[in-house]
């Protein structure tokens, strides 16, 4: 997932596939998991930024197996591509599957995460 502050405050904007799946090949596996909208790579190829919209870029991985790659990384790189500013580094929180829930800690990891954001939509400085 992508959460990004602007003027809207923050949102979340949709799912990142593994190993390079579409929104599209992910929906033919029928998952309730499934974003309603356009995958997040397809929302970043076009994007346009305000200057210094604040982002903060997260993916889930499998507990195993582990798999190599960060979508958060790729993500946080992509919108920094497109001219946002990184509130904090890329996350990655693990899972034990689609449907399985988050791994043991990972639901406070996550919440410390997201409270350590920034708030403001203010444009951040680089």
């Given at each position: 997932?992508?959460?990004?502050?602007?003027?809207?405050?923050l949102?979340?904007?949709?799912?990142?596939?593994?190993?390079?799946?579409?929104?599209?090949?992910?929906?033919?596996?029928?998952?309730?998991?499934?974003?309603a909208?356009?995958?997040?790579?397809?929302?970043?190829?076009g994007?346009?930024?305000?200057?210094?919209?604040?982002?903060?870029?997260?993916?889930?991985?499998?507990?195993?197996?582990?798999?190599?790659?960060?979508?958060?990384?790729?993500?946080?790189?992509?919108?920094?591509?497109?001219?946002?500013?990184?509130?904090?580094?890329?996350?990655?929180?693990?899972?034990?599957?689609?449907?399985?829930?988050?791994?043991?800690?990972?639901?406070?990891?996550?919440?410390?995460?997201?409270?350590?954001?920034?708030?403001?939509?203010?444009?951040?400085?680089?």
């Open positions: 997932m992508v959460r990004g502050a602007g003027p809207g405050g949102r979340d904007l949709g799912p990142w596939h593994a190993v390079g799946a579409t929104r599209l090949d992910a929906a033919k596996e029928r998952s309730p998991l499934v974003s909208t356009i995958g997040v790579r397809e929302w970043l190829e994007l346009t930024v305000p200057a210094g919209l604040r982002c903060a870029a997260f993916d889930t991985k499998v507990v195993s197996p582990r798999l190599p790659g960060s979508a958060a990384k790729a993500i946080d790189k992509r919108l920094r591509a497109a001219g946002a500013v990184r509130a904090c580094e890329p996350k990655t929180f693990f899972v034990h599957g689609k449907a399985d829930g988050l791994a043991e800690g990972e639901l406070d990891a996550a919440r410390a995460w997201a409270r350590a954001l920034p708030v403001s939509a203010a444009p951040a400085t680089a």
